[in-house]
């Protein structure tokens, strides 16, 4: 079975090119400065295999894929999910559990919907279901 790449990362090494005048860098998903910040994104891998692999990607229609050491952040089909969320970021906490963040991305304006903080793994289907609407299995 081939095994799925992650592309991209969840920061930049420079600042956001939509942005001039920050005075600051951005994690920026759209920047085409984007670096991979972890040659091999096992955490992020692994957050894969939880939410149900290749089976959860084809039941979501989960797209773009991004992985960090320490997150994984993936796109969603547009008017798919409630609410219009179109993005999902699952971040692990050193206190071992997760924080799973429900996005919005649009023009002109990108926002948070909903955030779940300290989620167990054996909770993280549920939630995303919860949040999203979407079931990750049969």
Do not use: W
Not at 8 to 36: H, I, L, N, T, W
Not at 44 to 65: P, V
Not at 103 to 115: A, F
């Amino acid at each position: 079975m081939p095994t799925i790449q992650l592309t991209g990362s969840m920061g930049c090494d420079k600042r956001c090119e939509r942005d001039e005048d920050a005075q600051e860098e951005y994690d920026c998903v759209f920047c085409p400065g984007k670096q991979p910040l972890d040659p091999d994104p096992h955490v992020s891998r692994t957050i894969l295999d939880q939410l149900g692999g290749r089976r959860f990607l084809a039941m979501t229609g989960a797209k773009d894929l991004l992985g960090s050491s320490d997150a994984l952040m993936f796109r969603l089909p547009s008017g798919f999910a409630k609410d219009g969320i179109n993005m999902v970021k699952i971040s692990l906490r050193q206190t071992d559990t997760y924080t799973v963040e429900a996005l919005r991305l649009g023009l002109p304006e990108s926002k948070i919907i909903e955030r779940m903080d300290f989620v167990y793994v054996e909770d993280l289907q549920r939630i995303f279901t919860k949040l999203t609407g979407l079931d990750t299995h049969l």
